[in-house]
């Protein structure tokens, strides 16, 4: 029951994690590339 409730808690986290760790290059790229254009 314990590892059952556990799963439900870590997958949601898990998915969320694999979210954020997709979206932090492509954040950065786009900040980089703004500041790049700002200086040109």
Sequence with gaps: MAKMA???I???FRT???AVGL???????????????RHI
């Design 6 to 8: 556990h799963k439900l």
């Design 23 to 37: 979206a932090i290059p492509h954040v950065l790229s786009k900040i980089f590339t703004m500041i790049v254009t």
């Design 16 to 18: 969320l994690l694999a």
């Design 10 to 12: 870590t997958l949601p």
